[in-house]
């Protein structure tokens, strides 16, 4: 079975940073491809960061880009997100996603979901 354990997840002051922490397991972690999603109270579920682990190719979403950084450890099978210069709107429950191959997860297509991490960032 594929799992996806991620951690990492707090309070913290606007400005701040924090660092999660996505450990997969149950397939082939060198070739796949690795996303972050995040879903604030209230709004739809985004997807905000993506690392192709065989290759390291990064995608960032506008809201994010700049400030997160996603790096992948594959001795470790497992991605981090870097999340510098924290805002009140990156409030949200974070989730890792995982998808066999270089094809980005999406929320409709995916190997399987991590069980979601809340970040808090107070104003």
């Known amino acids: 079975d594929v799992q996806l354990q991620a951690s990492g997840g707090g309070l913290v002051q606007a400005g701040g940073s924090l660092r999660l922490s996505c450990a997969v397991s149950g397939l082939t972690f060198g070739n796949s491809a690795i996303a972050w999603f995040r879903q604030a109270p209230g709004k739809e579920r985004e997807g905000i960061a993506c690392?192709?682990?065989?290759?390291?190719?990064?995608v960032y979403s506008d809201s994010v880009k700049g400030r997160f950084t996603i790096a992948s450890d594959n001795a470790k099978n497992t991605v981090y997100l870097q999340m510098n210069s924290l805002k009140s709107e990156d409030t949200a429950v974070y989730y890792c996603?995982?998808?066999?191959?270089?094809?980005?997860?999406?929320?409709?297509?995916?190997?399987?979901w991590g069980q979601g991490t809340l970040v808090t960032v107070s104003s």
């Open positions: 996603a995982v998808r066999q191959g270089e094809l980005y997860p999406t929320i409709r297509n995916s190997d399987g």
């Open positions: 690392i192709v682990s065989d290759n390291d190719d990064t």
